[in-house]
Nanobody, 120 residues
Framework: QVRLVESGGGLVQAGGSLRLSCAAS????????MGWYRQAPGKQRELVAT???????NYADSVKGRFTISRDNAKNTVYLQMNSLKPEDTAVYYC??????????????WGHGTQVTVSS
């Protein structure tokens, strides 16, 4: 069993910052790509940022220059530093990861989400 547990969400004023964390635990052989997605009320879930096992990053255009994704492989944790937050960043943020439980088996996992609310 593998679990992804997010933390760090909350309420912040526009222009403020938050740092999200997502820790993976359980039967882990290797963690491949990790990422953050978000879903606002009435909208589809969308990609925010991803990071490969080697550290290559990819961002949605809407967050480029404001958000930074990073990972600590020793702690099986991915982070999302969010600066200059806007009301349109309000959403439930979900952690996602491709995790191998053995050399031959890889599954995709989701966390339960953490709410980020940005007030104007």
């Amino acid at each position: 069993q593998v679990r992804l547990v997010e933390s760090g969400g909350g309420l912040v004023q526009a222009g403020g910052s938050l740092r999200l964390s997502c820790a993976a635990s359980g039967s882990i052989f290797r963690i491949n790509a990790m990422g953050w997605y978000r879903q606002a009320p009435g909208k589809q879930r969308e990609l925010v940022a991803t990071i490969s096992s080697g550290g290559s990053t990819n961002y949605a255009d809407s967050v480029k220059g404001r958000f930074t994704i990073s990972r600590d492989n020793a702690k099986n944790t991915v982070y999302l530093q969010m600066n200059s937050l806007k009301p349109e960043d309000t959403a439930v943020y979900y952690c996602n990861a491709d995790i191998s439980s053995s050399y031959y088996k890889t599954n995709n996992y989701w966390g339960h989400g953490t709410q980020v609310t940005v007030s104007s």
